[in-house]
């Protein structure tokens, strides 16, 4: 006699995103699944994580540079895949259609429609809500996370669960500091209660204040991830 | 024979709804479904309408008040119903513990621990989530979200069933427009192309900028159930 047990929603999920994970492994690319309330900033992030790839690989070795990918998921509409296809990368759309996050199927098909054994890097731009993706692994290196700071610093109580999965939180819009009332040491003391491994990196996108630690940071876990498969 | 039809999740919800906006008919209670994202100011809009009161009732004649009770939606915590507590209100907390929403049932439930034969508006502040709510009757009277300036002005596209769902758009921290890059025109535009019937007011919560005009707008339509239910 056969038993079967059926698998969960959730279970099912699980089983393609170590598909997934594998698939990434095989292929050298490193996954990051940025998650964030709407308008944080997340594609702003990326278009000047772009840039500076962008401006290092002028200052030095060409043939080094990071060949980066994004899937965009939103519940409808193409205009953030529009923003980061202009830095000539391949960019792969995912419409939800209602869904409140993407889930390691949208993203498995996503995978296969870009040319992973020319990439290192794919940024995956969650849909915008900091409630649902948290709950879904799609087979992703690292967890990010963006708050920002006009959302104030009262979101690690109230959303724990995200705080908590992300390994980075970035706190973007710092430049909005002086004109809110944003408490840093609250924020900084949710988040350690939560979460005390979290890197957490305190940026501006739209000035570039502090980008360049995220960036040098980013890099350096995308290649550790090349080096130990290729050696 | 008797065959039953199984009512879908949604079904069910709206036949609970359809409960609620008898009971808060027979009431002659107003409810008001308030969403938006996490950190828009949903609850500091609260608080604002709270003080406006307080004040219209301290300048005339007390006995007018409007009697006012709030829900506060959470995945967990009290933080927001303490907030509001203080203004000497009834206050009923539902926490959803991982649920991205409010449902016709919690709010029921939420209901029946206010004291509705003594108020004329209830406020359900819901789960901060620009997607699920949307999708969900509570019985309301008037579903409303709020768009804070630092969210962006493409928000409209990204998220329409909220800006279609949503006869009140409140456009909050106009006071950081000087900072952000958030164009007025662009936002206009396509709320209007969303829900052209859809009344925006552009306030400031921080400040007050806004609030009165917000504040008489919301209390015409509270007085005008009053007075079709009791004339």
């Not at 999920?13 to 292929?27: F, G, Y």
């Not at 200052?59 to 409808?76: A, M, N, P």
Request: proline share 3%; aromatic share 6%; net charge negative.
């Amino acid at each position: 006699m056969k038993v079967q047990v059926a698998t969960s929603l959730l279970e099912a999920n699980d089983i393609i995103a170590r598909d997934n994970r594998k698939l990434l492994a095989e292929s050298g690319v490193y996954l990051l699944n940025l998650m964030s309330s709407p308008g944080s900033g997340k594609t702003t992030i990326i278009e000047r994580l772009l840039r500076l790839e962008e401006e290092e690989a002028v200052l030095s070795d060409q043939s080094r540079r990071l060949k980066i990918g994004v899937i965009e998921g939103d519940i409808q509409g193409t205009k953030d895949a529009e923003r980061v296809e202009r830095y000539h990368i391949p960019v792969v759309q995912i419409n939800t259609y209602g869904a409140c996050h993407l889930d390691a199927r949208m993203v498995r098909a996503a995978l296969e429609d870009l040319p992973l054994s020319d990439l290192d890097l794919v940024f995956v731009e969650n849909v915008g809500n900091l409630v649902c993706p948290a709950e879904f692994d799609i087979g992703e290196d690292l967890k990010a996370m963006v708050l920002s700071v006009a959302e104030g610093d009262d979101k690690p109580e109230k959303y724990p669960l995200m705080f908590k999965e992300s390994a980075l939180i970035i706190l973007n819009k710092v430049d909005l500091l002086p004109y809110t009332d944003f408490n840093m040491d609250a924020l900084d003391e949710r988040v350690l209660s939560i979460n005390p491994s979290a890197q957490v990196f305190k940026v501006s996108a739209r000035t570039g204040d502090g980008m360049e630690d995220l960036y040098r940071w980013l890099k350096g876990r995308v290649l550790s991830k090349k080096c130990a498969i290729t050696t």
